[in-house]
């Protein structure tokens, strides 16, 4: 079974702080993803990332970055949090044409 | 970028068949049909994919119109599990690789 394990469930941190979200898989997949998750929002594409090293901006890139050293991590940074971050944040990797596959997903906290 | 629509919310008994529409009017040729769903508090869960033909697995039956504008996903026999968002979804291709856009889905409620 694909395996997408993000490195925290829960994650409290405080405004300003440098927040970063670790994402593995195990699949050598091609393909990551970060998503945000916000009640009657849906979930919105920030960054994604086709090859190590490559990334392009999603829907809503403002306020992140992304580092994609090796294959199979995809980091989503958060140079400056603010209380708007607040969100579940899902990581998702795939191979070109197939299905996507998630992780359960971190639930940052920022105050 | 082909974009979905879905309703919002659906009601469905425990045992009888869930038919959840989406409607994809501007898909082109080449893009396909996924369906996923989410169970509260967890990552969303892949459940089919289509390109033109009628699909089953054992999860579920997804179902495509002829001008592939509109599609249904069918649970034969849903039960109080099922109760998730059930987003629609037409795969992108982006520089190199494909990036998936979910929409808002639709909640389906399964009542006993």
């Known amino acids: 079974d694909v395996k997408v394990t993000q490195s925290s469930r829960y994650l409290v941190k405080r405004t300003g702080e440098k927040v970063f979200l670790e994402c593995v898989q195990d699949m050598d997949h091609e393909n990551m993803f970060w998503y945000r998750q916000d009640p009657g929002l849906g979930l919105r594409l920030i960054y994604f990332s086709y090859d190590v090293k490559m990334k392009e901006k999603g829907d809503i890139p403002e306020g992140y970055s992304v580092s994609r050293e090796k294959k199979e991590r995809f980091s989503l940074i958060l140079e400056s949090a603010s209380t708007n971050q607040t969100s579940m944040y899902l990581c998702a990797s795939s191979l070109s044409d197939t299905e996507a596959f998630f992780g359960q997903g971190t639930r940052l906290t920022v105050v | 970028d082909a974009k979905t629509t879905q309703p919002p919310s659906m009601d469905c008994a425990e045992g009888r068949a869930a038919n959840l529409p989406c409607n994809h009017s501007?898909?082109?040729?080449?893009?396909?049909v996924y369906w996923y769903r989410q169970i509260h508090s967890q990552g969303p869960q892949y459940i089919i994919h289509?390109?033109?033909n009628n699909e089953t697995n054992e999860m579920a039956s997804l179902i495509i119109t002829e001008d592939r504008k509109s599609s249904t996903l069918i649970l034969p026999h849903a039960t109080l599990r099922d109760t998730a968002v059930y987003y629609c979804i037409v795969r992108v291709a982006g520089t190199g690789g494909f990036k998936t856009i979910f929409g808002a889905g639709t909640r389906l409620f399964v009542k006993a």
């Open positions: 289509g390109l033109k």
């Open positions: 501007t898909i082109s040729g080449n893009e396909y």
